[in-house]
C-alpha cells in the first residue's frame, strides 16, 4: 500500500507502473532512472532547461514565497532583519543559523575589521587594471587573486579552515571593491579603520579625501548596511548556483567566490539596477510615460526593474528599499529620476496588462537611485551588490559541505548531435 509521500508513474510505452516515494515533498529525480524501455536503456531523465523546477540541494539558510512576498533569512522575515539588525548580524545569521549575542557580534566586528586589509602587492595588482576597467572585473580577477595568498584554502574538507577563509572573504570583499571603485577615479587606496563598523570602514574607503579625512552620514552608513542586508541571500540563483557548483569539484572559496561574482556580473543578474537607471533616463519626463508603457506593451520597449523570477507579488524588499530612498534624498537631496521612478510605478501597478502578468516592482527599482545619489557611478552598482552577497555565497558554501547527498556537479544532456560514423578523407 502506497503512502500519501509517493506518486505512481505509468509508462505507457511499455504499460509498467512505478511507485516512486517523495523526498521531502519531491520527486528524486535519479528514482526515475528505473524507468526503463528496454532492459539495458540508461533510464529516464527529465528535462529542466534553466532549472526552473529542479531543486538542487536540501537548504536551510533561506526562504522564499514568491506567491506571497516572503523572504526570510533562517525564518527571520527581512523585514525585521532590515529594521533591526546590522548586516555582521545578518551575516553570522547565515553563517551559523542563529542570530549572535553581544559577545559573539563584537567577536565577529573585531575579526572582520581586523582582516579588512590587504597586502601591499594587492595594491599593486589592482594599479596593474586599465583606469577604465570596470570594477566588477577587477573584483573578480582580484578575489580570485587572493587564492594565491592563502594556499591553505584548498583544504575545504576542514571546518574551522572553511570559516578562517569565510572570515578573510567577508572583510576583503568590501576592501577590493573600494580599491576598484579608487582605481576608477585616479585615487590612492586608504588603509581600512577597523575601529568603524564594516558600512562606515567601506564608505570612507570609497570616498575619503587624499589626506584620509571622512565623516560618513549615520543616516547613507545606516542605509549602506541596509542595502548589503537585503542583498545577503536569495536562495539557489544563478550566481550562488555557480557558488556551489565549482565548489563542488573542492576548489578554494577565493576561486568558488570569483566565479560566483562572474555570473552576478551579467545584466541579468547583478546589472539590473543599472538597466532601470538607463530606463529612467531614456523616459526623461513624466509626461513620456504613457508613450513609453504603449511601447512596452507593444514589445518595443522593456519595463525594468518590474517582475521577478521568484516573485509574483511585490518584492518585500523593494518596500523596503522604497522607504530607505527617501531618507537618503533627505541627507543627498531629491534624485530627479524618481518623480518618474514613482509615477511609473503608479501607472504599471494600476494597468491590467502589468497586474495580470504579476510584474510588481523588484529590489532592482529603487535601489540604483540610492546608489546614484549616494555617490555612486552605475559600474559600481553590482560591486556593491556583490558586498552583501559574499555572506550568502559564503553560507551556502559551507552548508554544502554538510550535506551527505552532495556531490560534484553534473548536469546531464539530451544528445541530438549525429550518431555513430566514421572519418573518411
Known amino acids: 500500500m502506497m503512502t500519501k509521500e509517493a506518486v505512481t508513474i505509468t509508462d505507457h510505452r511499455t504499460g509498467e507502473s512505478y511507485d516512486i516515494d517523495l523526498v521531502d515533498g519531491a520527486l528524486p529525480a535519479i528514482a526515475l532512472r528505473q524507468i526503463k524501455t528496454p532492459d539495458d536503456d540508461f533510464g529516464l ?20 514565497d514568491g506567491d506571497k ?174 557558488m556551489r557548483g565549482v565548489g563542488s569539484s573542492y576548489s578554494d572559496p577565493y576561486s568558488s567566490l570569483a566565479a560566483a561574482a ?20 531614456e523616459i526623461g519626463d513624466k509626461d513620456n510615460i504613457p508613450a513609453f508603457i504603449e511601447q512596452v506593451k507593444n514589445g518595443d520597449m522593456r519595463l525594468m526593474g518590474f517582475g521577478h523570477r521568484v516573485y509574483k507579488n511585490y518584492d518585500p524588499r523593494a518596500k523596503i528599499i522604497k522607504k530607505l530612498a527617501y531618507e537618503v534624498f533627505e541627507v543627498q537631496g531629491m534624485n530627479p529620476l524618481l518623480d518618474i521612478a514613482l509615477e511609473l510605478e503608479k501607472i504599471a501597478l494600476e494597468d491590467e496588462y502589468f497586474v495580470g502578468r504579476k510584474l510588481y516592482p523588484n529590489v532592482d527599482f529603487y535601489s540604483g537611485l540610492i546608489y546614484q545619489s549616494m555617490g555612486f557611478p552605475t559600474p559600481m552598482f553590482p560591486v556593491l551588490f556583490a558586498i552583501g552577497r559574499t555572506s550568502g555565497w559564503l553560507s551556502q558554501w559551507n552548508e554544502f559541505f554538510g550535506d551527505k547527498d552532495q556531490r560534484i556537479a553534473r548536469p546531464r544532456q539530451l544528445y541530438q548531435g549525429s550518431p555513430t560514423r566514421s572519418y573518411e578523407k
Open 262 to 281: 562572474a555570473a552576478l556580473y551579467g545584466p541579468l543578474h547583478g546589472g539590473a539596477n543599472e538597466a532601470v537607471l538607463r530606463m529612467l533616463d
Open 69 to 242: 512576498g516572503i523572504l526570510e533569512y533562517r525564518g527571520y522575515p527581512i523585514e525585521e532583519l532590515a529594521e533591526k539588525s546590522s548586516f555582521l548580524e545578518v551575516a553570522h545569521l547565515l553563517l551559523h543559523g542563529e542570530l549572535p549575542s553581544g559577545d559573539e557580534l563584537n567577536q565577529l566586528a573585531g575579526i572582520v575589521g581586523g582582516n579588512m586589509a590587504v597586502d601591499e602587492s594587492m595594491k599593486k595588482f589592482i594599479d596593474g587594471f586599465l583606469p577604465e576597467a570596470h570594477p566588477m572585473g577587477m573584483l573578480i580577477s582580484s578575489v580570485a587573486c587572493l587564492s594565491t595568498y592563502y594556499p591553505e584554502a584548498k583544504n575545504v574538507s576542514d571546518p574551522e579552515n572553511r570559516l578562517q577563509q569565510i572570515h578573510r572573504l567577508l572583510s576583503k570583499v568590501p576592501t577590493l571593491s573600494a580599491y576598484a571603485f579608487r582605481r576608477n577615479a585616479g585615487l590612492s587606496y586608504p588603509d581600512p579603520d577597523p575601529n568603524l563598523s564594516f558600512a562606515a570602514n567601506f564608505l570612507k574607503m570609497i570616498f575619503a579625501d587624499e589626506d584620509g579625512s571622512y565623516t560618513p552620514d549615520p543616516v547613507l552608513e545606516r542605509a549602506m548596511d541596509v542595502l548589503f542586508t537585503l542583498h545577503a541571500d536569495h536562495e539557489q540563483n544563478c550566481s550562488t548556483s555557480a
Open 45 to 64: 531523465m527529465t528535462y529542466d532547461p534553466a532549472f526552473t523546477n529542479t531543486a538542487s540541494c536540501r537548504s536551510t539558510i533561506t526562504y522564499i
